[in-house]
């Protein structure tokens, strides 16, 4: 009868492996999701800082275009800086984006920088 006490073990060691392999599923999905949200926000800067320094080379304010362009990209625009003249310039612009999902203890936001210009 020594037998019959270890009924079930099997099912309880599955179960645990399950779980497991639950949790790993998620933690690589949400850093796969993170991951590609980085990546988002870094073309949304790299957008916002070529559309604001496209406006300054026509003529018009290049912040005002890198904010519309960072919207547009689901980012925020948090700083535009320009240097130089009409001529020779540098727009550099930093975008920030909310990560999702978020999770106690773990960053909300990432921050990117991009720069775009003439000279």
Excluded: K
């Amino acid at each position: 009868m020594s037998g019959d006490d270890e009924r079930g073990v099997g099912t309880v060691l599955t179960a645990g492996v399950a779980m497991v392999l639950v949790v790993a599923a998620t933690a690589a999905s949400i850093l796969a999701t993170w991951l590609a949200q980085v990546t988002a926000t870094q073309d949304a800067a790299d957008l916002a800082a070529l559309a604001g320094a496209s406006a300054m080379a026509e003529g018009f304010d290049g912040c005002a275009a890198a904010d519309v362009a960072a919207d547009a990209n689901q980012a925020t625009l948090m700083e535009c800086d320009v240097r130089g003249d009409e001529r020779a310039f540098v727009l550099e612009v930093s975008v920030r984006a909310v990560l999702q999902p978020r999770l106690p203890g773990l960053p909300e936001e990432v921050v990117r920088t991009a720069t775009a210009g003439t000279g």
